[in-house]
């Protein structure tokens, strides 16, 4: 609600005011769950909600979750809003997830006025302090005088530089009061210029003189955008290129020079690569446990370069022998500049040889996870979002899943969040307004089903296949491998019936459970409208490999089940 004031300035609510400011930077969607203390704001967007989409969802993790999803899928900041105490603590896993994978988003979350602040008021909670260090900046607004430059503040911060959350916590009484409101113009995020020292110059010496380079390509190069500018970079220096979890897409998986994911469970060809190269270039990646598992003998052979808009990356796990600090984009238009190659197609030649010697196999199953996905991949455009939740699937995915595209593999990879999967998909759709396909297992999907309500009332078309092992299946693999085959809390013995499970919600349910009825499975999902579940029967036993035992080099890849230590 507004008033006039004499000069012409408009006076409105604090809750107006976010809603103004929330326009302002081209918020379209806004994720969240009202409470008492959240209840002016949500009353405001109720009064602008021609403009605002509210998505209400079943619980405030799944709306921080759609949040970062929306925001994986577009490049732009991710809003989510909840009410204070258990409200905002639900909120804290979600933003925990964003900041682990360097997600840009806003989190706007109600509070006891500033008189009950302290008191251990009914649903008052410290959010600022809980979230102090998975954010990258939070604010407590005690004058509502400062609200509106604050969310400016936030929306620049949580997309410039390295990207990741902020929060802004607003008492109920800031909400209410009135202040006069001057509309401004979005400040766009900065990235810095990019500033050429001798590090830089040292990297593209070094680059240069590479007779077999290496590129590993991480989120950065999505976040960034510079993802064609690595394409030429690499095609400029005959360089083979290896991308992390988070940097699947940013080189198509179909190019020549495209060897696989690294890391714990990447390609075995990149493990033999990372043996024998001579210049590992990291860009806008950074080193670890499940990429240099035993940093000492990370790629010992080899120079390093670390390319990286955040300083605090450089040496940080492994030494670089140069680095780059800057925007991946920037750093990239230097060094297509700057390095004359000298390496032969050999490399890249022997490196496509490695790739052909070490495929990824299908295991003997009833039903193997690997085929299910081939049949999706193939069944899906390059542009369809997959989304994962945490587990065996979610590395079968990257291995086998050949993204063509950037943000188009949505999986939280450095928290490891079980449940992310069904809010990040709910997200993704509302971002995209085409269908996504999502891919979890039962444990993760026992963790969010209850956001089923939310993708069918609005009828939203997220096919959901469910690897339904009925054991927590990565857990379980290192009990097998590690802890002498004790499977202590491992085996679900969960009752549920997954095809009455989607019927309850109104969505859609079958059960998969033989190779020859996956590709009809597949087009059925595909061909049934709105939110599908479908029961992925596979067996209690099936592996992910290749497999780097934790603290171990590539060296030690697994790659067989015979490799495997009695």
């Not at 905002?88 to 602040?117: E, F, K, Q, R």
């Not at 005690?142 to 410039?160: E, G």
């Not at 370069?305 to 450089?314: G, L, P």
């Not at 979002?385 to 079968?396: A, K, L, P, R, Y």
Request: contains cysteine; hydrophobic residues 40%; proline residues 5%.
């Amino acid at each position: 609600m507004s008033e006039q004031k004499t000069n012409g300035e408009q006076l409105l609510r604090g809750a107006d005011i976010i809603v103004e400011c929330l326009l302002e930077q081209g918020v379209t969607h806004v994720f969240g769950y009202p409470g008492g203390c959240i209840i002016d704001t949500f009353d405001a967007l109720y009064l602008r909600k021609d403009k605002i989409r509210q998505v209400l969802t079943s619980h405030e993790q799944g709306a921080c979750h759609a949040a970062d999803g929306y925001a994986r899928a577009t490049g732009k900041v991710g809003v989510v809003l909840s009410t204070s105490g258990p409200g905002a603590t639900n909120l804290v896993t979600g933003i925990a997830t964003a900041y682990m994978d360097s997600v840009p988003l806003v989190a706007i979350t109600g509070n006891v006025a500033l008189s009950a602040l302290g008191r251990d008021s009914f649903q008052e909670v410290d959010i600022a302090g809980v979230t102090l260090p998975i954010t990258k900046h939070n604010f407590i607004v005690k004058d509502v005088k400062n609200l509106a430059d604050t969310i400016r503040r936030a929306f620049v911060i949580a997309a410039s530089g390295r990207p990741g959350p902020v929060l802004i916590d607003v008492p109920k009484n800031i909400q209410q009061q009135k202040t006069a409101f001057t509309p401004c113009r979005p400040t766009p995020p900065s990235c810095g210029t990019l500033k050429i020292g001798e590090a830089a110059r040292k990297a593209a010496q070094i680059l240069s003189k590479a007779k077999r380079p290496l590129i590993y390509a991480g989120g950065g190069v999505i976040r960034s955008n510079a993802c064609e500018k690595l394409l030429a970079f690499a095609e400029r220096l005959k360089a083979p290129v290896a991308c992390s979890m988070m940097g699947l897409g940013a080189v198509p998986a179909d190019h020549p020079l495209y060897l696989g994911m690294i890391g714990m469970h990447g390609s075995a060809a990149v493990a033999k690569a990372l043996g024998e190269c001579d210049v590992l270039v990291a860009v806008g990646a950074r080193f670890s446990d499940r990429v240099a598992g035993d940093p000492r003998n990370f790629c010992k052979q080899a120079e390093i370069i670390h390319i990286d808009i955040d300083t605090a990356e450089i040496d940080k796990i492994v030494p670089a022998d140069a680095h780059i600090i800057g925007d991946a984009s920037q750093a990239l238009d230097y060094l297509l500049s700057a390095v004359v190659p000298s390496c032969q197609e050999t490399w890249a030649d022997k490196c496509h040889i490695l790739k052909a010697q070490h495929p990824l196999r299908d295991s003997d199953g009833f039903l193997c996870p690997r085929k299910i996905i081939r049949a999706i991949a193939e069944a899906s455009p390059a542009d369809r979002i997959v989304v994962t939740d945490v587990g065996q699937h979610q590395m079968w995915t990257a291995q086998s899943y050949p993204f063509r595209k950037p943000r188009t593999f949505l999986s939280s990879g450095g928290l490891g969040t079980m449940g992310y999967g069904l809010g990040a998909a709910i997200g993704a759709a509302f971002a995209t307004g085409q269908p996504v396909t999502m891919i979890t297992g039962d444990g993760s999907f026992h963790m969010n089903c209850n956001e089923l309500a939310t993708c069918v009332k609005n009828r939203l078309p997220i096919k959901i296949f469910v690897f339904d092992n009925n054991t927590l299946g990565m857990v379980r693999q290192w009990q097998t491998l590690f802890y002498d085959r004790r499977y202590s809390s491992t085996t679900l013995n969960s009752p549920t019936d997954y095809v009455m499970l989607a019927k309850a919600f109104g969505a859609t349910g079958f059960v998969l459970d033989r190779n020859g009825e996956i590709q009809a499975a597949v087009e059925r999902a595909f061909a049934t409208p709105g939110t599908v579940v479908v029961d992925c029967r596979i067996g209690a036993d099936e592996f992910v490999l290749p497999m780097i035992p934790p603290g171990k080099s590539a060296e030690n890849i697994i790659t067989e089940r015979e490799e495997i230590p009695s």
